[in-house]
């Protein structure tokens, strides 16, 4: 797409840090890190979010992910990593081109909102577990 950033960081036109590239992905540093060493995964074929993510570059991408994750780890001695992934604006998407966080984590940082725990009335979490199945497609 002509006039995403992440197309162009993706595929060379605009530099960038880059910890890895191969046929299908760059990974780079993103350039707010929530911690240095911060890694984010761009497919070098434009999509704006998982939702329209082709299957064959999804399937390459968690293996990439864990590499990338092992690596990070050696790299900073950070004590935990969290892979994160926002699709839309609710989510805290921002750049709509999919891109996925590899987030070098330390002990009591609290840098990311734990989200609430919630319950479920009897009965409900089959029903709804049961909505989303009939979903699949
Ligand atoms: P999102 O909120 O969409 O999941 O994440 C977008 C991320 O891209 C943010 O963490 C932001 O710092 C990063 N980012 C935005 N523009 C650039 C850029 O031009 N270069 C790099 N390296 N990262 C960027
Ligand atoms: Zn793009």
Redesign the pocket.
Known sequence: MDNC?FCK?ANGI?P??TVYEDDDFRA?????PAHKG?I?VLPKSHTDNLYSLDDEVAAKALPLVKRLAKALKAATGCDGINI?Q?NEPAA????FHL?I?IVPRYEGDGILPVWPQGSYADGEAAALAAEIASKLD
């Open positions: 950033i960081i605009i960038s840090a780079i540093l993103d350039i707010a911060h984010i994160l926002n805290g998407q921002t750049v891109h966080h």
